[in-house]
């Protein structure tokens, strides 16, 4: 039994093709010195594998699976790299590379959830 819809799979086959190519043509015009090129296909290379990320978690929380919601939390945890620490002038700093969600769904969830993880790890 499939959770996923075969027009699922094939919309992340295409993308990955595209983020594929990317990459090659990334690749390509650093060899040729064409940095400013090279960085502006890297910035769409990355907005492209968001929102490729974004489609498939959806794709997870929607797909009926008993499991789903462990599953992406556990994703989240392993996913999010969070540092917990003390800077020089004694200020406690947490960092957490991640877009917020909106505000008004799960904020709270959001914050928590990968904080245990990192206070024992």
């Known amino acids: 039994m499939s959770f996923f819809s075969e027009q699922e799979l094939q919309y992340i086959q295409r993308k990955q093709k595209e983020l594929e190519d990317g990459l090659f043509m990334i690749k390509a015009l650093a060899e040729n010195g064409q940095m400013e090129e090279a960085n502006e296909e890297a910035v769409g290379l990355a ?15 929607y797909s009926g699976h008993p499991n789903a919601r462990e599953m992406l ?7 999010v790299p969070v540092s917990i620490k003390y800077t020089p002038e004694g200020w406690f700093m947490m960092n957490m590379p991640a877009l ?3 505000r008004k769904r799960g904020l709270s969830a959001w914050l928590s959830l990968p904080l245990p993880g990192a206070l024992h790890g």
């Not at 907005?47 to 929380?61: C, D, F, P, T, W």
């Not at 939390?73 to 996913?79: Q, T």
């Open 100 to 102: 917020m969600p909106n």
């Open 47 to 61: 907005l492209a594998s968001e929102k490729l990320m974004v489609q498939i978690r959806n794709m997870i929380a």
């Open 73 to 79: 939390n556990e994703m989240i945890l392993k996913s």
